[in-house]
């Protein structure tokens, strides 16, 4: 497969450099210009100091996963340069700080700049060195620089006029320097502009943007990397949007909080990580036995316990699918991309409503933090669904406080009716309870309510969407994948099958209730089943095998807390073969 | 106009003489002499005996986990706020397991009244220490006798500055009845610490027990429960004389009356827009 532009900038420095900042600007300022943009963030649970990178990587197609060769590095630090020097292409490029003057071979074009010194004398302030630089690199790469100009007046708008003032001077100085020393060395990987600008978002702003778009009007969290921008962004639009983030105490109350919220009748929803759900776990089994609909994102890092907490994993799958005491029905989904995490987020909030069930999403650190651009929303396809609720004609058939929370039905699901309604009063308790809500031990109706619970699933399995499929039709060889990993494997696929190979991939966005049926049929004639997992045994491999009998041959798996590359799959598919 | 017979609901399985059927009793006093229906009502409640009250009650009720009414209630509350909000249960759900949500819960100020059934041992579990029980106090938990320092719930609540902090006794149903008519009343968090004797497991702190020691703090002409330190050197009074009534009682604006969100109404009316909500997804075009 021919890409004609797919151009690879490394943003490398400290924490407390502005890494992210200068990272998302710069993105923004080439999506600006029709491009499509993919970033990924590596960065250390630290405050200041240590390394940090932002990896930008733009294409004129879309583009879904990161490459490690990288066209252009801007070294915040010298460090930068010692780290990422091996990655640089042939000719790459390498914008750096005047005061940091590495030994560097002839092979790489190279452009000193003194960011600190300009953002002193231009903008009054060393902290701007990062706007100096991203001025040299648009001009190093010519872009224009009235997009760059653009994207800083909105990026550092609320925080004053002054504020943006010195920042444009920054990016001038940065700009104006490269321009007035360097010209000759210009390269132009951007050709013309493309296509209209599209959505540039990260997986964590996605997810709470369709929450939003779900009428979810009541999120309640603990702050836990990697989700904390979900509650981030949701708590900022919260006055503009009516809605209400509450910061909880622990995670414990803050699923507590949610499925309160549901009770009461609002849309509502919590993010963690690993750790904190294992807090929530107690409520899960609550909201389970209660019928209660709760939408919770599990984003994944690597564990056990605190583990690697800047980074990234796909080791909560088990978890997902099993947390909780007794047994109650629940879907669990693992959005591929920023647009299925808007997407499958609002599927989530109509499933948990009409099956009165927990839903959880499961990300990782890589989808939250990364940012892609993605053609823009469409509201309209966006439908809510509450699921049955009793009208007030209905409820006064049924007589006054005669309504029943847990009536048994064939579905399994019990219609609605919210407190405060007159003539009503809703019932549920976490312990057993009888039709009316209130607490039993009868056996009889212990059996009846088991299994209305767990009749749900019949209806659930029918809501699931089939795996997704891509590559040669008929190859031999199936890879398989889940979540975050989707852009990967399909580029490597692409790559497998322009190298001759014979390969296609399956891959799961709805992975429960699994959808062993539509699974079975897509494999069809296989001859070898390959998983491709961030985890270290292989937990879809499991759950495929258990669901289906199906036996997985190999098994890609990563699990030092580094997201899969396309190279990094086609190096291990090759090896073992 | 509701009466008693309105909240009537089902049987109940506490042990005979038990304080929490005077508690039951008083609860639903009060929601009749408030004149609210029981669909305007939504009780909480934990796990214990304490947390069953609700079900012998008809208005809406979420049983939750030991410990967690509290954030329930604060869910509810913030979802519809137009509702009664009553949070229930025990020492052990309370002040053990849902102590940090207590501590929570004071700090929001949310109007919930939080009814807290204190017989200083759990007895759904059958005969344990409770955070309030008394040092020396052999339970099965404590073959030795307790040596941690009881609980001080008032003393607690005080000095996070709650604005409603109360001690009723189950035997005294009118003075209890009165509290927490006065707790629903109060717009914010109302803590009410219930003595109750547990006639099953403390023999200790009995009817007997109890009724020698307690006072009406109104009959303390100089107490005033609106200066803090005052309530809390009250707080601190047990053993020989025990305090019942409001003993600290304070203003600061409830958490639903600060939210934008909330001020215009409650969050369950809210229709959403869908004009904000396309302009919000314009923002991220690049």
Redesign the interface.
Known sequence: MKIDLDFVFLIGGEAGQGIQSTGQILSATIAKNGFHVFADQDFESRIRGGHNFFRIRTSDKPVQAISEKLDCIIALNAETITLHKTELKTNGLLIHDSKSAPKISEEINSFAVPFEKLAVEEAGNRIMRNTVALGAVIAVVQLDLSTLESVLKTSFGSKGENVVKNNLSAAHAGYKYAKENYEKNFVKPFNSKQTEPKMLLSGVEAVALGALASDCKFMSGYPMTPSSGILHYFAGKSGDMNVVFEHAEDEIAALNMAIGASYAGVRAMTATSGGGFSLMVEALSLAGMTETPVVIVLGQRPGPATGLPTRTEQGELNFALHAGHGMFPRAVFAPSNAEESFYLTAKAFNLADEYQIPVIILTDQYLSDSYETTEEFVLSKVKIKRGEIVSQEELEKVGKYEYLRHKITSSGVSPRVFPGTPNAVVVTDSDEHTEEGHITESADVRNKMVEKRLNKLEGLRKEISPPKTFGLEDASTVLVSWGSTFGTLKEAVELLNSQGKNVRMIHFSEIWPFPAKAFIKQVKDFKELIVVESNPTGQMADVITGETGLKVGKKVLRFDGRPLTPRYIIDKISVEA | MVSLKDFEN?ETAWCPGCGNFQILQAVKQALVNLNL????V?F?SG?GQAG?LP?YL????????HG?S???????????H??TVLAVGGDGDGYGEGG??L??AIRRNINITYIVHNNQIYGLTKGQASPTSEIGLTTKTTPQGIILKPFNPIAMAISLGATFVARGYSAKIPHLTGLIEAGIKHEGFALIDVLQPCVSFNRLNTYQWYNKRVYDVTTDSDFNPENVSEAFAKSLEWGDRIPLGIIYRSKRSPYEQK????K?GP??K?E???E???R???E???
């Open positions: 089902g229906e029981p669909y305007q939504v909480v796990i069953k079900h008809k208005c809406n009720l979420f049983n939750g986990l967690r509290l954030p329930v209630a604060t869910g509810v509350k913030i979802a519809n137009e509702l940090n949500h501590i929570h939210l934008t969100a909330l215009t969050l369950i809210k959403p827009s869908i904000k909500m396309k919000t997804i314009k991220f075009i690049a």
